[in-house]
C-alpha cells in the first residue's frame, strides 16, 4: 500500500520568524504522526531554521524549485546537492506557477527531475490542465504530455523516489477544488501510464498528490479516492491548525 503524502507549499510567503513559527508549530502539531508522511517546502531562505525546527520528527524538509545544472553561474538559481545538504528530501518540479510565470518548459522539467535524481532528492513532478485547455478538451492530452515528457527514458529503479503532483492550474488558489470525481479520473489516467512507463508493479507504486484549493473542509473526500495517495497544499499549509488537520483527514481516509 502506498503511504499517503501531505505536502504544504509555503510559496513566496513568510518571514524568518513566520516560517520558523510555522514549522515549529506543525513538528509539534504533526511530529509523531505515523499513518502519513508529512513534508513542508519553506521559501529556499528558510530551509536551515525549517530543519531545525522539524529535526528529530517524521516531518520531511521539501524546496520549490531547483536548477538543471549541478552547478556553475546561474546568478540565483539553487542547486540539487545545495538543497540536499540542507537536509531537503524532497523538490518540486514543474509547479504550474513555475511553468507559466517563469517559462518553464516540459524539457526544463525533464531536466530538473534528472538532477533531482542525481542529487539524491526526491522530485514530486506537478503537472496539469489550464481551464482554457480543459474547456478545449484538451485537458487530458496535456497532462499525458506533461508527464510523458518529463519521463521519457527514465529507468524504472527511478520509480520509488518519483512523486506525481495532478494540480488542475484553475484549481490553484482560486477556491475551487476539482472534485473528488475529477480529480479521480485524471489521477487514473496518469496511473495507467505510470504502468506503461514503468511496469505494472513500479507503476503501481508511485505516489500521485491532488493539489489545488485542498481545505480541511475537502480532504477527507479528496483521499478518499483510490487514486489519490496525498495531498499538495498551498494556502491552507500556511496556517498549522489547518495543515494538521488536512494530514489528520489523510489518517481518516486511509484507516
Ligand atoms: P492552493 O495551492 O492549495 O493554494 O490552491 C496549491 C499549490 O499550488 O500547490
Known sequence: MRQPLIAGNWKMHGTRDSCRALASAIAGDLGTLQEAEVAIFPPYPSLPEAADAIRGTGIALGAQDLHPEAEGAFTGAVSGSLLRSFDCRYVLAGHSERRRLFGETDDAVKRKISRALASDLKPVLCVGESSEQREAGDGEEIVHKQVRIALAGMDSSVA?????????????????????????????????????????????????????????????????????????????????????????AAVGAYS
Open 160 to 248: 520509488t523516489r518519483l512523486v506525481l503532483a495532478y494540480e488542475p492550474v484553475w484549481a490553484i488558489g482560486s477556491g475551487r477544488p476539482a472534485t473528488p470525481e475529477v480529480a479521480a479520473e485524471m489521477h487514473a489516467l496518469i496511473r495507467d501510464d505510470l504502468r506503461k512507463f514503468f511496469g505494472m508493479t513500479e507503476g503501481s507504486e508511485i505516489r500521485i498528490l491532488y493539489g489545488g484549493s485542498v481545505t480541511p473542509e475537502n480532504a477527507g473526500g479528496l483521499l478518499g479516492q483510490e487514486e489519490i495517495d496525498g495531498l499538495l497544499v498551498g494556502g491552507a499549509s500556511l496556517d498549522a491548525a489547518s495543515f494538521s488537520a488536512i494530514a489528520r
